[in-house]
């Protein structure tokens, strides 16, 4: 399986945008499937996850963030309001199969992952 990121850019404060990640190979169906962030001389921290058990997302973004889909089984989304300057860092997907991780919004517990996209937000 490979996962591909896209939809980063550069943005103002306040504003919305929706990263799609595409799956290649396989489908969230008995998957987990988890969005990331990484911003420089951070840890990478889990955003928000789709399994079989439902959407979680993370305390610091909820509200703003949510993973998402459109009815096709290999594309996930991830929908961000009320964008903020420390929204800014690289976002990764990463997948799992179903019962092989403890927690899908922990990215030690995530098999494969994307290369990331760049989000940049700005004043």
């Known amino acids: 399986v490979q996962l591909v990121e896209s939809g980063g850019k550069s943005v103002q404060v306040g504003g919305s945008l929706r990263l799609s990640c595409l799956i290649k190979?396989?489908?969230?169906?008995?998957?987990?499937v988890g969005w990331f962030r990484q911003a420089p001389g951070r840890e990478r921290e889990g955003l928000s996850c789709?399994?079989?058990?439902?959407?979680d997302v993370a305390d610091f973004v909820k509200g703003r963030f949510t993973i998402a889909t459109d009815g096709d089984k290999d594309v996930v989304f991830l929908e961000m309001n009320r964008l903020k300057p420390e929204d800014t860092a690289v976002y990764f997907c990463?997948?799992?199969?179903?019962?092989?991780?403890?927690?899908?919004?922990?990215?030690?517990?995530?098999?494969?992952w994307g290369e990331g996209t760049r989000v940049t937000v700005s004043s």
């Open positions: 990463a997948i799992v199969p179903e019962g092989d991780y403890n927690d899908c919004l922990r990215a030690d517990d995530m098999e494969t």
């Open positions: 190979g396989d489908t969230f169906d008995d998957n987990a």
């Open positions: 789709l399994s079989t058990s439902g959407i």
